[in-house]
């Protein structure tokens, strides 16, 4: 119906979005870019961020994983 296919292109997604990568590659730095349009100082990453960015009519949850050493084995999981 047309109310059904109206309501699929116009209502809101949910997507995810993972970031793994080596230490101080810049994944935090692009989060905050993202979700505040502006660089921001940063400290490395213990553990994970999450935050949400909004996109038109998409809502992405971004999950930025540390990238230590003693941090990467923990990477397989979050797939």
């Keep these: 119906s047309f109310a ?3 309501s699929r292109l116009f209502a809101k997604k949910e997507m995810r ?3 793994v990568g080596l230490d101080a590659a810049g994944k935090t730095t692009i989060l905050y870019k993202l979700k505040l349009g502006e660089i921001v100082t ?3 990453t213990i553990g994970f961020n999450v935050e949400t960015v909004e996109y038109k009519n998409i809502s992405f949850t971004v999950w930025d994983v ?3 050493d003693k ?3 923990l990477w397989r999981h979050y797939s």
Aim: glycine share 14%; no cysteine; aromatic share 6%.
């Design 17 to 19: 979005i993972l970031m």
């Design 4 to 6: 059904k296919l109206f």
């Design 66 to 68: 540390g990238g230590q």
């Design 71 to 73: 941090i990467r084995p």
């Design 42 to 44: 940063t400290i490395p």
